[in-house]
């Protein structure tokens, strides 16, 4: 079993920033890879980021590389996503999600648990 609770999420103007973190707890979190969704109204949800148990390899959707940055800190249970050069069509509800496997996958059929969501609101 993996919980996981996300914060970090807010209003922000177009051009900003912000860094949601995802606090995890059950199974030893170095043992399995993160990655981050987001949902926006109306719309499905899909694949933002995604990083390997150790940190040493990461993964972005198109949409967001050379903007966001996806960490993690094994010493604090805890995975990040740095937004930065934010937009208004980023605006969704952010999901951080437990792939129970050492490298990540990209479909969210791979992730085994999932936090509650945290808002992100991009004004223009």
């Known amino acids: 079993q993996v919980q996981l609770v996300e914060s970090g999420g807010g209003l922000v103007q177009a051009g900003g920033s912000l860094r949601l973190s995802c606090a995890a707890s059950?199974?030893?979190?170095?043992?399995?890879?993160m990655g981050w969704f987001r949902q926006a109204p109306g719309k499905e949800r899909e694949f933002v980021a995604a990083i390997s148990w150790s940190g040493g390899s990461t993964y972005y959707a198109d949409s967001v590389k050379g903007r966001f940055t996806i960490s993690r800190d094994n010493a604090k249970n805890t995975v990040y996503l740095q937004m930065n050069s934010l937009k208004p069509e980023d605006t969704a509800v952010y999901y951080c999600?437990?792939?129970?496997?050492?490298?990540?996958?990209?479909?969210?059929?791979?992730?085994?648990?999932w936090g509650q969501g945290t808002q992100v609101t991009v004004s223009s």
């Open positions: 999600a437990a792939d129970l496997e050492l490298d990540y996958g990209l479909g969210l059929g791979e992730y085994d648990y």
């Open positions: 059950g199974r030893t979190f170095s043992s399995y890879a």
